[in-house]
């Protein structure tokens, strides 16, 4: 596929849909990857939609509700990582990025 990662930002359903798609892609399916990434409490996410000053505190209770639903379904993803700041957030993706493109079903061994 050319060495080239495609990193999609998309919800619980989003994440859901490309699951089912990739279940019968025989390219797809090996090659999926899922990332829960959440802030790593609801006083944190609250935190962060009151700094931005966004919503009506209607609109904001309906997100917190939301966001505590979504996060039922963090065991369906790979990793979790829990947010702290936005570049340890990337860092742990690369992590996450370098140690999948050393497991051995991704990789070829060398040639001796």
Known sequence: MGGKHVLLNIDVQGAEAIRKKAANDPELQPRLLTVFLTPDSLTELTRRLKK?????????????????????????F??????TSADEDLRKMETILEAEMMRSTRVRPPAF
């Open 52 to 76: 931005r000053g966004t919503e009506s505190e209607d609109v904001l209770a309906k997100r917190l509700s939301q966001a505590s639903e979504e996060l039922s379904h963090w065991n369906r």
């Open 78 to 83: 790979d990793y979790l990582i829990a947010s």
